[in-house]
Each structure stands twice: as structure tokens, then as C-alpha cells.
């Protein structure tokens, strides 16, 4: 599966758009790309996925660039509840039973 | 519907004692996975069970750590003799057929001293 690179950390205000990015340059034409987030003392949690089109669901929005080298999620409307790791994962149709986590970005909400 | 159960959420023993962490599935989930994460690190894949059959044991420290899935349900990893740097958060993960999403539990935190 192909390799992701996510900034360590970032910070944005409660209630602006939080945008975050995810650089997959390698990823190949079957391989999807998947964003989990990790609240303290949780485990994570599946948060949307996507593989050309954008997609969009109750909880964020995920764009994904035409060459599909990078992407972004966001959430709209950012609470202090949304301040967690989030990771970013390139996935393949033939091993979609293996989900290999980098380190993530660590986003803090303030208000 | 409940969520993927762990117990115990926190656990703390003396090196060279043995430690067993246990998980309660999605019901319905054939896929079960226990991960270990390392402090500001992400989650590490131990080992993959479809059913009762271990179907990726690959990264499991096998001179020590034992799991086991009987009935293909509930699922028990074993940790003997515990190590200090077996300090880690130990989550177990479950996945049905539609969506295929994980789904994560809350995770057990070991403490090995």
C-alpha cells in the first residue's frame, strides 16, 4: 500500500473549517484513501473514504486532487469534541482487510 | 448497537508477569484484529482472525504473546512473561461484511513496571 506523509500537528478556532492535508504520491489506481481519527483514550474511528470523487458524509468532507497525489478532509464546522490525531490511509481493493497507520496529525481546537 | 468491548481498560504489572487482555466483538463481525500502539505512534497490526482462524500472525511476537478467538466470537491475547517495553495501548478491532469499515474498541492500557 502506498505511503502518506500528514503535517504533525495543527491548530484551528472552534467553529471555522478545518482543513487537512494528506500527500500520497505513490498511490496506485485501485488503492483508496481512508481517514480515521483517534480521540484520547479512544480507539480510532473510521471517518470517511474515497478513491477519484469527492465524497462528503455527516461528518466531514473529503477532496481528492485530480492526479489523486493528495487530498484533504475537512470539517466544516470544527468543535473541541473534533481535537484529535487524525490519520490518513491509502488502502488497496485487494488487501482491504489491512489498515497500516502513520503517525497522523495531531489537530487541536481551540476556542 | 454496541460497540467492540475490551477489558480491562487499564492494566499494571511487574515485568515477568503474565497479562491477558480480552475482546468482545461487533456481533456478526467474522474479522477480528488486535493492534498495540506505542506512545505517539499509531496502531500496529498484532494479528488478523477470520472466524476462529488466525489468518495474519505475522508481526505477533510469537516467544510470548498467545491469542486466541474460540467459537470464532470473543478473543483473548495473552502476554508471558510480561516486558517493559510491552507498555503500550493493546486495541482490538472488528469488521463485518457490509460496511467493511473497522471498527475499533476503547483499547487496554498496560502498564508493565
Known amino acids: 500500500d502506498a505511503k502518506t506523509t500528514q503535517p504533525p500537528s495543527m491548530d484551528c478556532a472552534e467553529g471555522r473549517a478545518a482543513n487537512l492535508p494528506c500527500n500520497h504520491s505513490?498511490?496506485?489506481?485501485?488503492?483508496?484513501v481512508y481517514w480515521y481519527r483517534q480521540i484520547h483514550s479512544q480507539g480510532p474511528q473510521y471517518i470517511i473514504h474515497g478513491l477519484k470523487n469527492n465524497e462528503t458524509n455527516e461528518m466531514a468532507s473529503l477532496i481528492i486532487t485530480e492526479d489523486r497525489k493528495s487530498s484533504t478532509l475537512i470539517l466544516p464546522h470544527a468543535t473541541l469534541r473534533d481535537t484529535a490525531v487524525y490519520y490518513c490511509i491509502v488502502r488497496s481493493d485487494r488487501n482491504d482487510y489491512k489498515l497500516s497507520f502513520g503517525a497522523g496529525t495531531t489537530v487541536t481546537v481551540r476556542a | 448497537e454496541a460497540g467492540v468491548v475490551q477489558s480491562p481498560r487499564y492494566k499494571i504489572i511487574e515485568k515477568k508477569q503474565p497479562v491477558a487482555f480480552w475482546c468482545n466483538p461487533i456481533s456478526g463481525h467474522n474479522t477480528l484484529y488486535w493492534y498495540r500502539q506505542n506512545l505517539g505512534q499509531g496502531p500496529e497490526l498484532l494479528i488478523r482472525?477470520?472466524?476462529?482462524?488466525?489468518?495474519?500472525d505475522s508481526q505477533l511476537p510469537k516467544d510470548r504473546f498467545s491469542a486466541e478467538r474460540l467459537k470464532g466470537v470473543d478473543s483473548t491475547l495473552k502476554i508471558q512473561p510480561a516486558e517493559l517495553g510491552d507498555s503500550a495501548v493493546y486495541l482490538c478491532?472488528?469488521?463485518?461484511?457490509?460496511?467493511?469499515?473497522?471498527?475499533f474498541g476503547p483499547g487496554t492500557r498496560l502498564t508493565v513496571t
Open positions: 478491532a472488528s469488521r463485518g461484511v457490509s460496511p467493511r469499515e473497522q471498527y
Open positions: 482472525y477470520e472466524n476462529e482462524e488466525a489468518v495474519d
Open positions: 505513490t498511490i496506485s489506481g485501485n488503492e483508496y
